[in-house]
């Protein structure tokens, strides 16, 4: 923690970046964001086990970049989506000076996001014992069942979009379920429109999700939302094989290979 | 009228839950399902939670639902026909086990719903639903019902409170309205007499931590303050804290069609999110986080007191604990507090 | 009105469509009910919620003047999805209309005054109710000027009925084109509306100015009008926000403490001084 205030409190002062983002201690034993600007407060910079949220979501967000360059505290998530969002053309190596935090909890600088890059591909995105126990009793479920649990897990939903709020991979500044010519999605919260909501965003984090939790954490309501983007993960492996995330390779969603299996078209 | 003062049993307090359910009414209680608790229908007093300090989601779902449908259209052969919203559809509902901030949080809610013109469907489901809370006797760090002009025993907005003695065993029953009379008059042998209960020592200690008036007044000086950038910089603009807050009212109405047919509905909305004032021109008044986490503030604490002449906060913590990024409601109005001008 | 549904729109039918300008289009609206269409009452000022069933809601003022009785009308531009799906309807259509909601003219406060009515583009609509209001009671009030620009001679709304005006002995009607969108037979002014006024320099004694246009010639309209002696409380003019439900419930159209719907859209300068700039 020391290393990390030091490191921040020479990037801010000497003028390097305008801005640290980090985590800091909330109210009870929350952790929250924040957003230093200023060398003397950080000393507000904190980490440890519970700070889990994913940062990059900021990245994106115009209030935040009219503040100037940043730097980001970046656990392993947190550095996965960034080389997500740099494949995607969201970031280049200017863009943001990465604070990285290893899984053993040591600071890592990282000059450049080749570098991050072959980081991160040293660990495997791993499913959670309890994430792997549901997934596998679903898969265990008739057609029928299977759509039960999901209507019945989905129906509380009341469209808040915490999900898509703190998903950094969701940065569309119209969002789909915003546009209404045509309405794609019904804008009010039901078993249908909950249903679209969700089936929808799925798909549109299919090969690009980097399984950060961000989603399921925000939810006000605990839905496990995140089973269906790591349910997705998997089907993309299945349906394109072994892919990583990397900044020149190129989304499985977004390329096309002549080798690729067309089983949707039968 | 005066508030009647009873006592009644646990055991006769279950027989009261069972007579409310013979007389055909629909109940909604805490109900524990995951890791949460949420107020569901219940069949059986066994399946009421009562081990919590709040629920997650707010009662409101039950008298301003999610999404309620205002009137059918058909478009037939030409010409339009419009059906109705028809009252007689409406069950007759009780919420058991409410808190005194959320049965308070209906206060507003119906002074929104009936400022000039009066919402039909709204005072439809409200005069149906007979409100039963229970005082609170623990609270927890979000909570701050004391600072908004509540407290963890207070009868507003209730038909009527319960307040559980030492173990549970004995509760004062305050009759606080005609709804609430009627609910004891469907088996009055299971109350009796209060030998004269004084209720605040079982209540939760929660001392005042802000002075709302005080609030409001400043409030009115601080429309171009850079406070709300610095408060609102985390904030990620979705609707989590207007859901499950008990107060929030703002809606949208949108149009579901099936074919020739079709329905309008009214739907939740929060003015957290950034299409909320969106103009079809592209223009919008609150197009940064900063503008519309004020809107926010200023409209429980500021606008709502003005126009309404009552506050559009009930301090019951939901927004704080439910908000992926703590955004604490208590935390922004001391540090409100703490400005000095 | 207590006991009635209050989001159960009345269905209107559409009697007259007149292409106004590219994108505008007005409605002469019938009631298709005889008897809510008799007992519809409203004032100069207030605007209503129409509807396309299965697409939604759009606001406009009513257009018409309270005292032509049996119709009423309303103008709007192409935008978005509701104005699309409206633009789309043919004579014969129905729609349906919600209101009438806001405030409203004070025409009585005006009685004895001179008006003289500022309008731009697509803003003449929202004054056109109080134009034939006015015009309609004639002996109530002193002088009448109308001076309305676009920016170009197509863009123009209205223009049989500006023809109308420039024919009556007992308006002055002013017209105007932005520089470049004159067309070679065009014999009004060419300028932008408030250099126009300028030029004008109508007299402030005893009037009273209305002012509707696009937020960029209202901040330029409003400080000729001071310099020409107009005070802030004898300026009015109409706003327009987002709204939903236009009778102050769902929370959407307030500016500070003010609701557009409710308190508005009638608004003086005096009180626009007092918003918070959030509009």
């Known amino acids: 923690m020391d290393e990390l205030r030091k490191r921040a409190h020479e990037l801010l002062q000497s003028g390097e970046v305008k801005l640290v983002i980090g985590y800091e201690q909330g109210n009870g034993n929350k952790v929250r964001p924040v957003f230093i600007t200023n060398p003397e407060d950080t000393a507000k910079l904190i980490f440890d086990s519970r700070c889990v949220q994913n940062l990059a979501v900021y990245l994106s967000k115009p209030e935040v970049k009219t503040i100037g360059k940043p730097a980001i505290v970046a656990t392993l998530p947190v550095l996965r989506t960034i080389i997500q969002l740099a494949s995607e053309n969201q970031l280049t190596d200017d863009s943001a000076v990465i604070l990285g935090i290893t899984p053993d909890g040591a600071l890592r600088n990282f000059s450049t996001l080749e570098e991050i890059e072959t980081f991160i591909n040293q660990f495997e995105i791993q499913l959670e014992e309890r994430d792997k126990k549901i997934i596998e009793q679903i898969n265990q479920m008739t057609p029928e069942e299977r759509w039960k649990f999901w209507v019945d897990t989905l129906t509380p939903c009341f469209k808040c979009y915490a999900c898509r709020a703190a998903c950094p991979m969701c940065y569309c500044t119209k969002c789909t379920v915003e546009q209404n010519q045509p309405q794609w999605i019904p804008v009010p919260s039901h078993q249908l429109g909950n249903l679209e909501w969700h089936f929808m965003r799925a798909m549109h984090m299919a090969g690009r999700c980097v399984d950060c939790g961000a989603c399921a954490r925000a939810c006000p309501i605990s839905i496990p939302l995140n089973l269906l983007t790591k349910k997705m993960m998997e089907d993309m492996k299945a349906q394109f094989g072994e892919y990583r995330i990397a900044i020149k390779k190129g989304n499985p969603m977004s390329t096309f290979k002549p080798e690729d299996s067309e089983t949707f078209i039968r | 009228m005066t508030i009647k003062r009873l006592i009644i049993q646990k055991t006769s307090l279950e027989k009261f839950f069972d007579v409310l359910i013979q007389k055909g009414k629909t109940i909604y209680a805490p109900k524990r399902k995951n890791e949460k608790i949420n107020y569901e229908v219940v069949n059986h007093f066994s399946e009421v939670c009562d081990d919590y300090i709040q629920t997650t989601q707010s009662a409101k779902s039950i008298i301003f639902p999610r999404t309620e449908k205002l009137f059918n259209y058909n478009k037939g052969k030409g010409n339009i026909t419009l059906e109705d919203f028809d009252p007689d559809q409406v069950p007759e509902a009780v919420i058991w086990g409410v808190r005194p901030c959320d049965a308070a949080g209906f206060i507003p809610l119906t002074a929104i719903f009936n400022w000039d013109s009066k919402d039909e469907i709204y005072n439809t489901r409200f005069e149906k639903t007979t409100i039963i809370a229970f005082s609170c006797t623990s609270a927890d760090e979000s909570c701050f019902c004391t600072s908004v002009g509540g407290n963890p025993g207070n009868t507003n907005g209730a038909d009527i409170l319960l307040t559980g003695m030492g173990d549970k065993n004995l509760f004062l029953a305050e009759v606080i309205t005609e709804k609430g009379e009627k609910a004891v008059s469907f088996a009055p042998n299971l109350f009796e007499e209060d030998p004269g209960i004084e209720k605040e020592k079982y209540l939760a200690d929660l001392p005042k931590q802000f002075n709302q008036e005080e609030i409001k007044d400043k409030l009115q000086a601080f429309f171009e303050s850079d406070l709300w950038k610095k408060q609102s910089l985390r904030c990620l603009g979705c609707g989590a804290c207007a859901y499950v807050c008990p107060t929030c009212a703002c809606f949208d109405i949108q149009d579901e069609v099936h074919g020739k047919e079709g329905k309008r509905v009214r739907c939740w909305d929060s003015c957290g999110l950034s299409l909320f004032t969106l103009h079809t021109s592209g223009h919008n008044p609150r197009s940064v986080q900063s503008q519309r986490w004020r809107q926010r503030l200023m409209h429980k604490f500021s606008y709502m007191p003005q126009r309404l002449a009552v506050y559009g906060c009930t301090g019951c913590g939901r927004c704080s604990r439910a908000c992926p990024v703590d955004m604490n409601m208590l935390e922004h109005l001391i540090s409100i507090q703490e400005i000095q001008k | ?279």
């Open chain 3, 1 to 279: 009105m207590t006991d009635k549904n209050i989001y159960l729109p009345y269905l209107l039918k559409i009697e007259k469509i007149t292409r106004e300008a590219p994108g505008v289009k007005t409605f002469r609206l019938k009631f298709v009910n005889e008897e809510e269409g008799n007992n519809f009452n409203f004032k100069a000022g207030q605007f209503g919620e129409y509807s396309i069933f299965g697409k939604g809601e759009s606001t406009f003022c009513i257009a018409s003047s309270p005292t032509r009785k049996g119709y009423i009308e309303c103008t709007f531009r192409q935008a978005g999805k509701v104005t699309s799906a409206l633009a789309s309807c043919e004579e014969g259509s129905e729609i349906g209309f919600r209101g009438p909601y806001g405030n409203t003219f004070p025409l009585d406060e005006w009685k004895g005054k001179n008006l003289l009515f500022i309008a731009g583009g697509i803003a003449l609509p929202p004054m056109r109710c109080v134009i034939w209001n006015a015009l309609d009671l004639r002996e109530n009030f002193g002088n009448i000027t109308i001076l309305y620009g676009a920016k170009a001679v197509d863009d123009l709304v209205y223009k049989n009925e500006l023809k109308e005006w420039e024919e009556r002995p007992d308006v002055n009607l002013i017209t105007t084109v932005d520089p470049g969108g004159e067309t070679p037979d065009w014999k009004g002014q060419i300028g932008f509306v408030p250099s126009v006024l300028e030029k004008a320099a109508p007299s402030s004694e005893n009037t009273v100015a209305i002012v509707c246009g696009p937020p960029i010639m209202i901040k330029f309209t409003f400080p000729v009008l001071e310099k020409l002696g107009f005070t802030p409380e004898n300026i009015y003019t109409t706003l327009e926000n987002r709204m939903k439900c236009g009778f102050g419930k769902c929370g959407r159209c307030n500016v500070g403490e003010v609701y557009v719907c409710k308190d508005g859209p009638v608004f003086t300068y005096e009180q626009l001084k007092s918003l918070p700039a959030e509009y």
